[in-house]
């Protein structure tokens, strides 16, 4: 298979076959990259706590609770929002923050 690469690209056609592939190649992994980079835009909730903690999230118009086993890490927010930590202290996100609930309050990192 080899000898079969060298001889494409000893020829014009092989050639521009050979960039193509390295271009697709270079846009798939600039992708891949974007892709799994999002996560690191999100605030990210630790519950430092023994049981679960339910958080409020407002995000816009839309309102959901989110549940965070204990010990748990979620991704959130990944352009801003206000939660409402189970001990009723509210905070509004950016969505770079790291958070840790511990005893109910939220500590923004």
Do not use: H
């Not at 020829?11 to 600039?30: D, E, H, N, Q, V």
């Not at 816009?60 to 010990?71: D, H, L, Q």
């Not at 959130?76 to 770079?96: A, E, M, V, Y």
């Amino acid at each position: 298979m080899s000898g079969y690469i060298a001889w494409n690209r000893e020829t014009p056609k092989g050639a521009a076959l050979g960039r193509r592939w390295a271009m697709k190649t270079f846009a798939s992994a600039c992708v891949l990259t974007v892709l799994i980079a999002l996560p690191a835009w999100s605030a990210t909730i630790i519950n430092k706590d023994a049981d679960a903690a339910v958080l409020v999230v407002v995000e816009g118009e839309n309102r959901m609770e989110v549940a965070i086993g204990a010990g748990g890490t979620e991704s959130i927010c990944p352009s801003g929002c206000f939660i409402t930590t189970p001990s009723g202290d509210r905070i509004g996100l950016q969505g770079d923050e790291t958070i840790e609930i511990v005893k109910g309050s939220a500590v923004v990192k």
